[in-house]
């Protein structure tokens, strides 16, 4: 088979692949979950098979754990974040009223000195429709969420397939890879397992490294605002973690939300709202300095505006299956680009002289 032949081949697969999950991803939410679970979970299960478990006995306890953590978390985290988002959601027009207050109370003087009354008016209007078209759009999403028995079923399929999923994937993992590597083009396996290898390292460098930060971040920042006595502590040092899976922005969400809110708790106490500043800003010095460096490292070759991108493109194309895909999907061709610009570079499509030599042995000039 020639090289087209081939390229069109695997072009024709990959198409029929993207269509099949663009025209069912509604009911694939759960086996992508279960696949990416077991995926990241397979590194803990051959530590387990090394300490003396077998296979079954390793992915058996992981299931368990896992659910009991779930189940816990369900029990205890949810319902106090649940609890604190209503009160957000409710309290929110009352903060807006607050914040156009104090705006113009203390920025009246100098907004007078550029624009008079109108200026001030404009402003207050302005703050005013953003923070209620957002808590419209906030109210209506929720609502939609928890609305409908598709997403309910979507939600109680979650919880109850990803499980079973995730654990025969991790009883088959290892045969399921032999399989697929026995499928390979031999001519070219061992230059496709490299591949594979890359987008492995790209992926779980990125991907388990960070959701390892943003955990340990997100903590960080709801135990601090707690102890500060903030408003919705839980709720946006959560938010600020799990958002910090997109660098920049979860910290600068959760900066501007924190301090929103401490404005109009503390004011004119610029001591407490200088501790929720000193929280965010020390949690960034961790971060960058310490949490970042130490687990994701900087060789996964992703950068902020592509993970962005791919957020976007992904999510808006496949819904949530897009998102969970996304991350995974922009370092697979993070390398897949890279591999195809290293061909390119030492191929005569670049460098002319890089031909091979006629028969003769004379390079053509």
């Known amino acids: 088979m020639s090289l087209s032949r081939q390229i069109a081949f695997w072009v024709a697969g990959l198409a029929v692949i993207i269509g099949l999950v663009f025209l069912l991803h509604d009911m694939l939410l759960p086996f992508v979950a279960g696949l990416i679970i077991a995926y990241f979970l397979d590194p803990l299960a051959r530590r387990l098979e090394r300490l003396g478990l077998g296979r079954l006995g390793a992915a058996t306890a992981i299931v368990i754990i896992g659910l009991l953590v779930t189940m816990l978390g369900s029990l205890l985290v949810f319902p106090l974040l649940g609890n604190q988002l209503a009160g957000f959601v409710e309290k929110l027009p009352d903060t807006v009223r607050r914040l156009q207050a104090l705006v113009a109370e203390h920025g009246g003087p100098l907004l007078e000195r550029f624009g008079g009354q109108a200026a001030i008016a404009d402003i207050q209007k302005s703050l005013g429709d953003i923070l209620s078209q957002g808590a419209g759009w906030i109210g209506k999403a929720l609502s939609s969420l928890w609305s409908g028995g598709q997403a309910l079923f979507g939600i109680v399929s979650l919880f109850v397939v990803a499980p079973v999923v995730a654990f025969y994937m991790l009883l088959d993992w290892d045969s399921m890879i032999a399989k697929v590597d026995s499928w390979l083009p031999r001519t070219h396996a061992e230059t496709i397992r490299g591949i594979m290898r890359d987008m492995d390292r790209a992926i779980a460098g990125f991907v388990r490294g960070q959701a390892l930060v943003c955990l340990l971040l997100g903590t960080y920042y709801a135990i601090g605002l707690s102890l500060t006595g903030l408003n919705f502590a839980l709720l946006i040092g959560f938010a600020a973690g ?38 965010f800003f020390s949690g960034q010095f961790i971060e960058g300095n310490i949490l970042s460096p130490k687990l994701v490292g900087e060789s996964v070759g992703l950068h902020p505006v592509w993970l962005m991108f791919a957020l976007v493109a992904f999510g808006s194309l496949f819904g949530f299956v897009g998102l969970l895909l996304a991350v995974p999907l922009a370092a697979a061709i993070g390398v897949l680009v890279r591999f195809a610009l290293k061909q390119y570079l030492a191929s005569p499509l670049y460098d002319p002289a890089l031909a091979e030599p006629p028969p003769g042995g004379k390079t053509p000039r």
Not at 248 to 253: D, E, P
Not at 260 to 269: G, K, L, N, R
């Open 242 to 279: 799990v958002l910090s899976f997109i660098p920049f922005v979860g910290s600068i969400t959760g900066l501007v939300v924190a301090l929103t809110v401490a404005i109009v708790q503390f004011w004119p106490d610029w001591t407490m709202i200088a501790a929720v500043l000193a929280v």
